[in-house]
């Protein structure tokens, strides 16, 4: 067998996980493949039969089931065997971006030099209430707005964090 094609994004695996990672790499313009094994597609959570839990939200609510944040939060820590949450010091909004970034950071590898001062969302990716994440073209962080800020470039090939503008507009 011989391969001629390119791919900028190897996912193995075709569950819940390879399908996001697959996915959110064409959404921010790279060409990923997919590899599955078996003859379906799902992977492990093909054995969930389609069942997606999600804690306390407003359907289970209505139909008079409790759950409070504290309970989700608690069998999230059972299942996740209680591992330490190395942002539980942080607000969680500011955590949660924190996690989005290094994220982000993983699945472009390479890439971060090709995608440099690019919008990597307009709230389509992980979607946030506010903000947008971005490759700074300066230091090419992986940035939030509303952690790093950001000198937006109307042509989305020069966006900036706020350190790295405030740098250009001084040196100007």
């Not at 078996?38 to 407003?58: D, Q, V, Y």
């Not at 209680?82 to 950071?105: S, T």
């Not at 971060?112 to 073209?137: M, P, Q, S, V, W």
Request: glycine share 10%; hydrophobic share 40%.
């Amino acid at each position: 067998m011989s391969w001629d094609d390119v791919f900028d994004v190897v996912v193995i695996g075709s569950g819940i996980a390879g399908v996001s990672t697959a996915l959110a790499a064409r959404e921010v313009g790279l060409r990923p493949i997919l590899l599955e094994k078996a003859e379906k597609l799902g992977g492990g959570t093909s054995f969930s039969m389609g069942g997606i839990w999600i804690g306390n939200n407003h359907l289970a609510r209505a139909a008079g089931y409790r759950d409070s944040r504290d309970d989700v939060l608690a069998y999230m820590r059972f299942v996740a065997a209680d591992e330490a949450d190395e942002d539980a010091d942080l607000p969680k909004d500011e955590a949660g971006r924190r996690k989005i970034k290094r994220q982000y950071l993983d699945l472009l590898g390479i890439r971060i030099e090709k995608l440099k001062g690019r919008i990597l969302n307009r709230e389509r990716i992980n979607k946030t209430i506010d903000g947008i994440y971005f490759i700074c073209a300066k230091c090419l962080k992986v940035c939030h707005s509303l952690d790093d800020g950001l000198i937006e470039d109307s042509n989305n090939q020069n966006n900036q964090c706020g350190k790295c503008g405030k740098a250009r507009t001084v040196a100007a």
